[in-house]
């Protein structure tokens, strides 16, 4: 743990040594247990530091729901890495944690050496969409308040966002370690961190300049479309489509995940095909 001023993050650090350093963030209802399958080889060449976000895990946060939002929850990621001694690192996001990773990198370019994106999206274009996107994020988020949190969780992962990994022979642990979250600190998390609630970082694409790997699975043909339209706009960002995997690249198809991810790290984007 370690506590700022409003919050009190829980992560996960492996031993620290002369190898460069991952901060990994997780999607929404996840935690830092997400990347059990996919840490014990990055900690071969990498030092990976996961944190539970805000609403998530057993991070915990002040009362105030603003503490949830995009900002104040990356300034706090920030520091962190300053309260680590961190001064640049790598970064890794998956969906809501890969737009919280894109923001981070826009706005604090100077502390990260390459971008990883994992599923993850700019927000939404216009303030008509972000509206209407806001009003079913708040209604989600009331259900999920006022519901069985097991129930809650089948209907949300009964989407066709998620065909594929509603058919992995690991479905049922994911379920297990989504179980381990508070829904009411997962609901703050969606009124707050939502993409209804995130400023638009479309306009912000053509002069970003951390070199940036955007992956997107096989299956997920919705988020293939977003980020193959993210690699055209942003002169630093390569698209990579991970086979036989859907929105969950990490749980779907872990070894071609890190494959890709170390290939991207160690020798750069000109090598990825």
């Known amino acids: 743990m370690v506590n700022g001023k409003n919050y009190k993050f829980n992560y996960y650090l492996s031993q620290k040594s002369n190898k460069t350093i991952i901060l990994m963030l997780h999607g929404f209802m996840g935690s830092s247990n997400d ?4 840490i014990p080889e990055l ?3 990498f030092c990976c530091l996961i944190v539970d976000l805000p609403g998530h895990g057993k991070t915990r946060v002040s009362e105030s729901e603003k503490y949830y939002n995009m900002h104040n929850t990356a300034t706090a990621l920030i520091g962190l890495l300053d309260n680590l001694k961190i001064k640049k690192c790598y970064l890794f996001g998956y969906s809501m944690g890969g737009r919280l ?3 981070l990198g826009i706005n604090f370019p100077t502390r990260f050496e390459k971008i990883i994106l994992e599923s993850a999206s700019p927000g939404l274009k216009s303030k008509v969409e972000r509206s209407l996107r806001f009003q079913s994020d708040f209604k989600l988020a009331n259900k999920l308040e006022n519901s069985n949190f097991q129930e809650f969780l089948f209907n949300w992962y009964n989407r066709a966002l998620f065909e594929s990994l509603r058919q992995h022979n690991n479905f049922e642990k994911l379920i297990e370690i989504r179980l381990e979250n508070n ?3 997962l609901v ?4 707050n961190l939502g993409i209804g609630n995130q ?3 479309w306009s912000k694409l053509s002069n970003h300049h951390i070199p940036t790997l955007l992956m997107a699975g096989e299956y997920d043909y919705k988020f293939k479309a977003i980020n193959t339209e993210i ?4 002169p630093v960002a390569k698209l990579k489509v991970i086979s036989e995997s859907g929105h969950n690249i990490h749980w779907e198809n872990p070894s071609e995940l890190m494959e890709t991810m170390i290939n991207f790290l160690v020798k750069g984007i000109k090598t990825l095909v």
């Open 101 to 103: 990773a894109l923001y």
């Open 199 to 201: 400023p638009s970082l």
């Open 35 to 38: 990347f059990i399958e996919i």
């Open 188 to 191: 703050k998390s969606l009124r």
């Open 43 to 45: 900690s071969k060449k």
């Open 231 to 234: 690699a055209e706009l942003c």
């Open 183 to 185: 829904p009411l600190e």
